[in-house]
């Protein structure tokens, strides 16, 4: 998507999160009151036995996420007890490669994780994910979502995955583990950030909690580095258009400056061989200052051990550089189903009722922060917590941003950029090395 689209979709995204949870279902949600006719699309073929496969990135039993979807398929098997869901839960890199093995055989399980833009556009292209406007246009399901948002999923006309969200990026930090290091403010700007790292380090404190075995999360906390010293959204797309190559002075500045955090001593030792769900529990058990994430964890946060001590604030300037109101964008991972599935009905209509249901389980899972759904309802009043309150306002502020590395650039390019940023975290490398990196890749595997 182009830059301008970006920016009115941003705005367009802050003006949806007023959470509208009764638009989200009319009273049909949930339980035995379900009308298994409607959510199904009249129902499944009387007596058969179909196994539907469901493949998922919600492996840890702790979280909302994880609650959420067990719950809408224990349901969903009550109601129909010729379907049997199931299930396949991976982290996320471990999907990723399965996904990939699964499409070079045309194996694609029936419902499967995609992600957005940029990195689904090969499975679409070889013919492997069904589209699904009968299933956004029934019941009205595609007014539900941001508007925009199914955007990111469809080409030529069609919607081919229905997404669990959209987030962006921000700082978690524990403020009881600032207040122990004496650390009386947030930083507002990357020099800060750096004195914040080199204070709670000299404390015996890990400053920043990640999970680098699984590359994109350093790549994500990257590009909030490089989204500032390009003095805002478009770097990529420049680079796409011909306006920029890597070797520009923004993208060098940006590795210099994320070099700069490594040798703060920053991250815990072994990042790389820790992944993204050990990374994340070093922030949730306390053993970690700062978490940079999407705010999908907000759920995750607020049901651990630390959800009292946590807060949010936005991404400093770099330099003097950059809006804090402009963000890493993440439009989630998304559920498409197999263009192959034996059981493409029943597929589709599993599908309806989880993407018709999930709003309202999320909210009560009090996980409803970054859905992808428009969700009404009072977060303070429905027990939410000061962090889920005060991320709901960060929302309403947002002036644009940029989608991931890998949501933008096509596989190949996005591979060299994920190792050459992972890395970093072991070896010192000159930034202009580092560009032009980036730039032989991107000439050899042009957009």
Same mark, same amino acid.
């Given at each position: 998507?182009?830059?301008?689209?970006?920016?009115?979709?941003?705005?367009?995204?802050?003006?949806?999160?007023?959470?509208?949870?009764?638009?989200?279902?009319?009273?049909?949600?949930?339980?035995?009151?379900?009308?298994?006719?409607?959510?199904?699309?009249?129902?499944?073929?009387?007596?058969?036995?179909?196994?539907?496969?469901?493949?998922?990135?919600?492996?840890?039993?702790?979280?909302?996420?994880?609650?959420?979807?067990?719950?809408?398929?224990?349901?969903?098997?009550?109601?129909?007890?010729?379907?049997?869901?199931?299930?396949?839960?991976?982290?996320?890199?471990?999907?990723?490669?399965?996904?990939?093995?699964?499409?070079?055989?045309?194996?694609?399980?029936?419902?499967?994780?995609?992600?957005?833009? !940029?990195?689904?556009?090969?499975?679409?292209?070889?013919?492997?994910?069904?589209?699904? =406007?009968?299933?956004?246009?029934?019941?009205?399901?595609?007014?539900?979502?941001?508007?925009?948002?199914? =955007?990111?999923?469809?080409?030529?006309? =069609?919607?081919?995955?229905?997404?669990?969200?959209?987030?962006?990026?921000?700082?978690?930090?524990?403020?009881?583990?600032?207040?122990?290091?004496?650390?009386?403010?947030?930083?507002?700007?990357?020099?800060?950030?750096?004195?914040?790292?080199?204070?709670?380090?000299?404390?015996?404190?890990?400053?920043?909690?990640?999970?680098?075995?699984?590359?994109?999360?350093?790549?994500?906390?990257?590009?909030?580095?490089?989204?500032?010293?390009?003095?805002?959204?478009?770097?990529?797309?420049?680079?796409?258009?011909?306006?920029?190559?890597?070797?520009?002075?923004?993208?060098?500045?940006?590795? !210099?400056?994320?070099?700069?955090?490594?040798?703060?001593?920053?991250?815990?030792?072994?990042?790389?061989?820790?992944?993204?769900?050990?990374?994340?529990?070093?922030?949730?058990?306390?053993?970690?200052?700062?978490?940079?994430?999407?705010?999908?964890?907000?759920?995750?946060?607020?049901?651990?051990?630390?959800?009292?001590?946590? !807060?949010?604030?936005?991404?400093?300037?770099?330099?003097?550089?950059?809006?804090?109101?402009?963000?890493?964008?993440?439009?989630?991972?998304?559920?498409?189903?197999?263009?192959?599935?034996?059981?493409?009905?029943?597929?589709?209509?599993?599908?309806?009722?989880?993407?018709?249901?999930?709003?309202?389980?999320?909210?009560?899972?009090?996980?409803?922060?970054?859905?992808?759904?428009?969700?009404?309802?009072?977060?303070?009043?429905?027990?939410?917590?000061?962090?889920?309150?005060?991320?709901?306002?960060?929302?309403?502020?947002?002036?644009?941003?940029?989608?991931?590395?890998?949501?933008?650039?096509?596989?190949?390019?996005?591979?060299?950029?994920?190792?050459?940023?992972?890395?970093?975290?072991?070896?010192?490398?000159?930034?202009?090395?580092?560009?032009?990196?980036?730039?032989?890749?991107?000439?050899?595997?042009?957009?």
């Amino acid at each position: 998507m182009r830059t301008g689209k970006m920016k009115a979709f941003a705005l367009t995204m802050a003006g949806a999160m007023i959470f509208m949870l009764a638009a989200c279902g009319g009273g049909q949600e949930g339980g035995g009151t379900t009308d298994n006719s409607s959510s199904s699309g009249g129902g499944e073929k009387s007596g058969e036995q179909v196994t539907i496969t469901f493949q998922n990135i919600y492996p840890d039993p702790t979280t909302p996420a994880h609650k959420m979807m067990n719950q809408l398929v224990e349901q969903y098997e009550k109601d129909h007890p010729n379907i049997k869901i199931e299930l396949d839960s991976l982290n996320t890199d471990q999907q990723k490669l399965k996904l990939k093995t699964q499409a070079a055989s045309k194996e694609v399980p029936d419902i499967t994780i995609v992600n957005p833009a !940029a990195q689904m556009k090969p499975f679409v292209d070889a013919g492997l994910l069904a589209p699904l =406007n009968d299933v956004v246009d029934r019941d009205n399901l595609k007014d539900k979502f941001q508007d925009g948002l199914l =955007n990111y999923y469809s080409f030529d006309s =069609n919607v081919y995955a229905l997404p669990d969200g959209n987030n962006i990026e921000v700082v978690y930090y524990n403020k009881a583990l600032f207040e122990q290091a004496g650390i009386k403010e947030t930083p507002k700007t990357f020099d800060e950030l750096l004195e914040v790292v080199k204070t709670l380090k000299a404390k015996g404190i890990t400053p920043i909690a990640i999970g680098e075995k699984d590359s994109w999360t350093g790549s994500l906390l990257f590009m909030n580095i490089l989204l500032r010293t390009n003095g805002g959204p478009g770097f990529l797309q420049d680079v796409i258009d011909g306006k920029k190559t890597f070797n520009d002075p923004a993208f060098t500045e940006a590795v !210099a400056a994320f070099q700069e955090l490594v040798k703060a001593g920053a991250f815990p030792d072994g990042a790389t061989s820790i992944d993204y769900n050990a990374g994340g529990n070093i922030f949730k058990t306390g053993k970690a200052a700062m978490y940079i994430m999407g705010t999908w964890e907000t759920g995750a946060i607020d049901s651990s051990s630390v959800a009292d001590q946590v !807060a949010a604030f936005q991404f400093p300037t770099v330099n003097g550089k950059g809006d804090v109101n402009e963000y890493i964008i993440a439009p989630g991972s998304a559920f498409a189903i197999s263009a192959n599935s034996e059981h493409l009905e029943e597929t589709k209509n599993f599908l309806h009722y989880f993407m018709t249901e999930m709003p309202k389980v999320k909210f009560e899972l009090k996980d409803a922060v970054g859905s992808g759904h428009k969700i009404e309802g009072d977060f303070k009043a429905a027990g939410y917590s000061e962090l889920a309150v005060g991320l709901n306002e960060l929302f309403k502020n947002i002036k644009g941003g940029d989608l991931a590395f890998d949501n933008t650039m096509n596989p190949a390019v996005a591979q060299a950029h994920l190792s050459s940023i992972q890395n970093l975290f072991v070896t010192d490398a000159d930034p202009a090395q580092v560009a032009q990196e980036h730039q032989a890749a991107f000439e050899a595997n042009p957009q």
